[in-house]
């Protein structure tokens, strides 16, 4: 497809758009000066006609297989397919992905060794940041432009070519020359459906970045003292879906070095860890507790082993919302953490 075709046939769905936006009943079959009902194209055409490539995307999907290609050309499921994860999209622009291996062996200690590291981080992928999307002669695709992964020294944008197949999403990563004719794998998603959400639930939905922590102290309900601010983690992800979903990274800044070969040594592994962490899974919101909470309820994380729920009190104050644990006690004094996080302003497609 030339330069000049890809060009006139974003036009024509620009054009659609507008017209979609300025005469919304006729775009539904109605006459808009208050007529009778005129015939009109089925609904689902009409949508499909009027969808932006960035719309098509927007949702939260289940990781639900992966398929390689064998020498016919004919794609087939990966065997023994056991990973858990999900990919979540938002209309503001902004993805995250998170996906384990299940089954994987817990460490022995509190703390892993460099060898339970890499073990731990092999076939783990986690990552965040805007995406877009854009055509070539190979079809539609989405480049995720990654601020932050688990892997320090992975490529920052990753190209996807994708299919949207009733509810599954099949994203194919293209070649190092960026072609998606010869990929040899390609990743099945399934999208989740929205979920009711309370009044309160819906505040969280959206993506933001962290902002900074602190610290406090407390003792017998009154602040001693408030403080330490830390930038360190600053652009970390906490992510809250329409689905019921969440995911959180966090990454330090500062300090992660690549690795020096395609895979990790254990004390690189080691070190990639110790600097990414997160979780996600489901998310309840509790605001008629005193005081209220949200619980965060783990599906995957990159430590191996048993998932216990993460209970985080909140406040929400504009587009900032603070989380923090429940305060510890020691001698009469209340300690704890907070962490801020800022909605993310909405990017031009």
């Not at 009109?40 to 932006?52: C, H, K, N, Y």
């Amino acid at each position: 497809m030339s330069f000049v075709t890809r060009s006139a046939m974003r036009d024509v769905k620009s054009v659609l758009i507008v017209v979609v936006v300025l005469c919304p009943l006729t775009a539904l079959g109605l006459q808009a000066a208050g007529g009778s009902p005129r015939p009109g194209p089925v609904a689902g055409e009409a949508f499909a006609q009027t969808l932006s490539e960035r719309a098509r995307l927007v949702g939260t999907y289940r990781l639900v297989g992966r398929e390689v290609k064998d020498e016919d050309g004919t794609w087939r499921p990966t065997p023994n397919f056991n990973e858990v994860g999900y990919i979540t999209y938002s209309d503001t622009g902004y993805m995250g992905v998170q996906v384990m291996p299940n089954a994987r062996a817990p460490f022995a200690g509190d703390q892993p060794t460099a060898d339970e590291a890499r073990t731990a981080l092999q076939g783990y992928s986690a990552y965040y940041g805007p995406f877009s999307t854009d055509e070539d002669e190979d079809g539609t695709f989405v480049v995720h432009h990654r601020m932050g992964q688990i892997d320090p020294g992975g490529a920052v944008d990753a190209k996807r070519f994708y299919d949207v197949d009733g509810d599954r999403l099949i994203l194919t990563p293209a070649t190092p020359d960026g072609r998606k004719v010869g990929a040899p794998r390609r990743v099945v998603w399934e999208r989740l459906p929205e979920v009711p959400l309370s009044n309160e639930a819906r505040r969280f939905v959206g993506f933001r970045q962290l902002l900074y922590t602190d610290r406090y102290t407390e003792r017998d309900g009154r602040l001693v003292s408030h403080g330490d601010r830390n930038e360190s983690r600053a652009g970390s992800y906490i992510i809250y879906t329409p689905t019921g979903h969440m995911m959180v990274h966090l990454m330090a800044r500062e300090g992660r070095e690549p690795y020096a070969g395609t895979t990790p040594t254990p004390d690189e592994a080691l070190a990639a860890y110790q600097t990414y962490g997160g979780y996600f899974g489901r998310f309840t919101v509790h605001d008629d507790a005193d005081p209220p909470y949200v619980v965060h309820h783990l599906e995957g994380r990159p430590r191996p082993g048993p998932l216990t729920d993460a209970v985080r009190l909140y406040e929400l104050d504009g587009n900032v919302l603070r989380l923090g644990g429940r305060p510890r006690m020691s001698d009469g004094e209340a300690t704890g953490g907070h962490l801020y996080w800022e909605i993310l302003p909405a990017r031009p497609e």
